[in-house]
């Protein structure tokens, strides 16, 4: 005998979310405007670094290993400034929501972002939430077909619009431009404007609140950020039940505020009630306080039924206290921890960045032979000595070597020890350094050594400490 298990996967349930106009509504249409336009807008911002680099404002520079932001350029060594800013995201991340919940996933999630896009065509081409569900709910027809093809379209023409941008980060975006269109792009570029378009237009159209609900770990961790103090979205239900329709019957004056329009239920984009208390498909965008809002003003009753309320306060308004003031909420000391680590991590990145020199070098001594025995019995070690130039153009390098024994100082390819180094490039030089014959740093088996080079231009130096290896006898 076979026992029957439930599914742990709800087949989706289309959202038809309504519109909504309100605070809340207008601060999203602001963030979505403002954060699309950087994506797009981004690529095709120019800088002026000089002749021989990049003039794309942000570029991240596969081919050649660079991150060009703005002023800033990044080489592969250097990638703790990208590990840094991660951190500092992530510790950003925990302090919005110990403040304030889920405010990431609510207003700048890109799901949420785009969704928000999708959603405005949809209503754009279909009608609001009663003509959407109609049309669902109706037979195929030439209508329904034309509707549909028209969103679809335009769904992903967005999601066209959106993987283009995207490898536009990573070449120069008018180049790039001019050989998509002419189909001389690289074919790795096709693919992924491929990838990012059917991508795009699934996720935004068809697993909006899924990708939410199954994909994103977050809802998962956000518990383990939020407490009793942290402002959420949330409903007064010590205000608004019992609930009813408040007709005038007997007994209506015993109900609450909520006079069970749905309307919150309504203009959620996850489909969720936020009576039924906290939950983890809620991301906390505030619509619904928009919904209720509106609601609570058309029948004369004071907002704020459904709003941003920390659980802790619960019990003092009960007792027809005041909530504590929101700074009390924010200023915590778990939050000030997050804010000392958030700004410790940022003025670190800050002070590298400042101190970090024009010029680098590396030395890797070769030691396959350690060292070699010239005909007149001079000992000669040679040593790979990488440069790196971060200026613009480029410069001239001097190679030079100190000791406590006299030691001479050969540089491969050149007469007189100088080295030119193309601009933002570094360079591979190999250096012979030399002890004369029956000195003390022949005969010894090591000897201390620094080798330097000098850009000659600005007189800045760089050096690295080594040895060098002698005979032993």
Request: glycine content about 8%; aromatic content about 12%; proline content about 5%.
């Given at each position: 005998?076979?026992t029957?298990?439930d599914?742990?996967?709800?087949?989706r349930?289309?959202v038809?979310?309504?519109?909504v106009?309100g605070?809340f509504?207008?601060?999203?249409?602001w963030?979505?405007?403002?954060?699309?336009?950087i994506?797009?807008?981004?690529?095709?911002?120019r800088?002026d670094r000089g002749?021989?680099?990049?003039?794309?404002?942000?570029?991240?520079?596969?081919?050649?290993r660079r991150?060009?932001?703005?002023?800033?350029?990044?080489?592969?060594?250097e990638?703790?400034?990208?590990?840094?800013l991660?951190?500092?995201a992530?510790?950003?991340?925990?302090l919005?929501?110990a403040a304030?919940?889920r405010?990431?996933?609510?207003?700048?999630?890109?799901?949420t972002v785009?969704?928000?896009l999708?959603?405005?065509?949809?209503?754009?081409?279909?009608?609001d939430?009663?003509?959407r569900?109609?049309?669902?709910?109706?037979?195929w027809?030439?209508r329904k077909?034309?509707?549909?093809?028209?969103k679809?379209?335009?769904?992903?023409?967005?999601?066209?619009?959106?993987?283009?941008a995207w490898?536009f980060?990573?070449?120069?975006?008018?180049t790039?431009a001019?050989?998509?269109?002419?189909f001389?792009?690289?074919?790795v570029?096709?693919?992924?404007?491929a990838?990012?378009?059917?991508?795009?237009?699934?996720?935004?159209g068809?697993?909006r609140e899924?990708?939410?609900i199954?994909?994103?770990?977050?809802p998962?961790i956000?518990?383990?950020m939020m407490?009793e103090?942290?402002l959420?979205v949330?409903?007064?239900?010590?205000?608004?039940?019992p609930?009813?329709?408040?007709?005038?019957?007997?007994?209506a004056?015993?109900?609450?505020?909520?006079i069970d329009?749905?309307a919150c239920?309504?203009?959620?984009?996850?489909?969720?009630?936020?009576?039924?208390?906290?939950?983890?498909?809620c991301?906390?965008?505030?619509?619904c306080i928009?919904?209720c809002d509106?609601?609570m003003?058309?029948?004369?009753r004071?907002?704020?039924l459904i709003?941003?309320?920390?659980?802790?306060?619960a019990p003092?308004?009960?007792?027809?206290?005041?909530?504590?003031p929101?700074w009390q909420?924010?200023?915590?000391?778990?939050?000030?921890?997050y804010?000392?680590?958030?700004?410790?991590?940022?003025?670190?990145?800050l002070f590298?960045l400042?101190?970090?020199?024009?010029?680098?070098m590396?030395?890797?001594p070769?030691r396959?032979?350690?060292f070699?025995?010239?005909?007149?019995g001079t000992?000669?070690?040679a040593?790979?000595?990488r440069?790196r130039?971060?200026h613009?153009e480029?410069?001239e390098?001097a190679?030079?070597a100190?000791?406590?024994?006299?030691?001479?100082?050969?540089?491969?390819?050149?007469?007189?020890?100088?080295?030119?180094v193309s601009a933002d490039?570094?360079a591979?030089?190999?250096v012979?350094v030399?002890a004369?014959?029956e000195s003390t740093?022949?005969s010894?088996?090591r000897?201390?050594?620094?080798?330097w080079?000098?850009e000659?231009?600005s007189?800045?130096?760089?050096?690295v400490?080594?040895?060098?290896?002698?005979?032993?006898?």
């Open positions: 005998m076979t029957k298990t599914s742990l996967y709800a087949p349930e289309p038809f979310p309504r519109r106009s605070y509504r207008t601060l999203k249409w963030i979505m405007a403002v954060t699309l336009a994506y797009y807008v981004t690529p095709w911002i800088w002749p021989a680099l990049p003039d794309q404002a942000v570029l991240v520079d596969l081919a050649d991150f060009y932001f703005f002023w800033i350029e990044i080489w592969p060594h990638f703790y400034f990208v590990a840094g991660l951190i500092m992530g510790l950003g991340l925990f919005f929501t304030l919940g405010v990431w996933c609510g207003y700048t999630c890109p799901q785009w969704t928000d999708f959603i405005l065509v949809e209503r754009w081409i279909e009608g939430r009663n003509a569900v109609r049309l669902h709910n109706a037979p027809s030439v077909a034309r509707l549909r093809a028209t679809w379209t335009v769904w992903m023409l967005i999601g066209l619009a959106t993987g283009g490898v980060y990573f070449t120069d975006a008018p790039l001019q050989d998509l269109l002419t001389d792009a690289a074919p570029a096709y693919m992924t404007i990838t990012l378009t059917a991508t795009t237009f699934v996720f935004g068809f697993m899924q990708v939410c199954y994909m994103c770990p977050w998962r956000q518990g383990a407490d103090d942290t959420t949330a409903y007064r239900d010590w205000r608004g039940e609930r009813g329709k408040h007709r005038k019957a007997a007994g004056e015993a109900l609450g505020d909520c329009c749905n239920v309504n203009v959620c984009p996850m489909g969720i009630d936020i009576r039924d208390g906290q939950q983890m498909a991301i906390t965008c505030a619509l928009d919904a509106d609601v003003a058309k029948t004369g004071d907002r704020g709003d941003y309320l920390a659980l802790s306060d003092r308004e009960i007792a027809g206290g005041k909530p504590k929101i909420h924010v200023l915590r000391p778990r939050n000030v921890v804010t000392a680590l958030w700004a410790a991590v940022g003025l670190g990145l590298a400042f101190i970090r020199p024009e010029i680098e590396t030395v890797a070769v396959n032979p350690t070699v025995t010239l005909s007149d000992i000669r070690n040593y790979d000595v440069i130039n971060k613009g480029a410069r390098f190679i030079s100190t000791a406590e024994a006299p030691l001479s100082v050969e540089v491969e390819g050149s007469v007189d020890g100088k080295v030119e490039t570094q591979m030089q190999r012979y030399s004369p014959p740093a022949a010894a088996e000897t201390d050594l620094r080798l080079v000098q000659l231009q007189g800045a130096r760089a050096s400490s080594t040895t060098f290896n002698g005979s032993g006898q």
